[in-house]
């Protein structure tokens, strides 16, 4: 099958861009890398009626270092971020995380941006950025907000962005050097969607730590109870037993196929994040 029939427009800017949005009252939508729209746009799940192209806006593609945080442009793509290994300190966590993101082809294109905005439960970024404790940036017309990650994923394929916002970067906080950090996602085939998936983060000097498991639910699921124990007894909070124990409290109507690669991603995420 082939897309329906669309407008095309590539604005200069940011500001451009959420007027062409806002002008189009709801029939536009942002074209960044085209990996997730395209096939939409080919299969006619999405008919918008313009496609506003940002992939080559300059000011959304920086990486920038905020001191305690890096600043990631929405259209930086995933194999940018995988080669800045060494280059991210405190957030070494997102070059894994790209790597393991489909094929290098995809990730040449595909964009941290357009993936938080598609919301598929089972990728890669909105399960990390949920973990890492990120804020997004976002922007309309009526100007610029932030938001912490955790409120932005509503369900699958669904997030707080109105039809006339542009998502244009996402913040993530810098763990400290003894910080540690563990991901995990079980697919049949590497560079797949993750059937089951965990990221877990502790830093030990500001005694925090986030667990999240992604994929077998529409948004990614805070262990926060296990992840506050973490946070004050360290590596002792940790077992069979209390990882098993924290799934079922926050997610016990799983089948036992998922529950059991659930417990199993949290634990290999968390064995990394406490491997010496
Ligand atoms: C074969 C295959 C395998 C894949 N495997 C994985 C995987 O293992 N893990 C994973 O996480 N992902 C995977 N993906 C998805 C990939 O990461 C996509 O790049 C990503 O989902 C969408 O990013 P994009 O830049 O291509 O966005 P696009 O396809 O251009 O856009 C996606 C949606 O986001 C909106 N959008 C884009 N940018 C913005 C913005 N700045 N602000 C607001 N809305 C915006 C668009 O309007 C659209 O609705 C896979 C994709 C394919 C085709």
Not at 49 to 61: F, G, N, T
């Amino acid at each position: 099958m082939k897309a329906a029939r669309f407008d095309y427009v590539r604005p200069g800017d940011v500001h451009e861009a959420v007027a062409a949005l806002a002008k189009a009252e709801g029939g536009a939508k942002l074209l960044a890398g085209g990996q997730s729209l395209g096939p939409m746009l080919n299969l006619r799940l999405a008919r918008p009626s313009l496609l506003v192209d940002v992939s080559r806006l300059d000011s959304l593609a920086r990486i920038e270092d905020l001191g305690r945080t890096w600043c990631i442009g929405a259209c930086v793509t995933h194999s940018r971020i995988e080669d800045m290994r060494g280059q991210l300190a405190g957030a070494e966590m997102l070059c894994e995380v790209a790597a393991g993101i489909a094929y290098r082809a995809i990730r040449n294109r595909g964009t941290i941006g357009g993936s938080l905005a598609h919301a598929d439960p089972a990728a890669d970024w909105p399960l990390a950025l949920a973990a890492l404790g990120a804020t997004v940036n976002i922007r309309n017309t009526g100007g610029a907000r932030a938001m912490p990650f955790e409120r932005f994923v509503l369900g699958a394929f669904t997030t707080a962005l109105h039809e006339d916002d542009i998502l244009e970067s996402v913040e993530v906080p810098k763990l400290s050097r003894a910080g540690r950090y563990g991901y995990y996602k079980f697919c049949r085939k590497t560079g797949e969607y993750a059937e089951a998936s965990a990221a877990a983060v502790f830093d030990p000097g500001s005694q925090m730590a986030r667990i999240y498991f992604g994929a077998v639910r529409p948004a990614p699921v805070s262990l926060s109870a296990l992840a506050r124990r973490i946070a004050e007894e360290g590596q002792s909070a940790v077992s069979e037993e209390t990882i098993s124990a924290a799934v079922a409290a926050v997610a016990n109507d799983l089948d036992p196929v998922e529950r059991r690669m659930a417990i199993t991603a949290v634990t290999r995420a968390l064995q990394q994040v406490f491997a010496s």
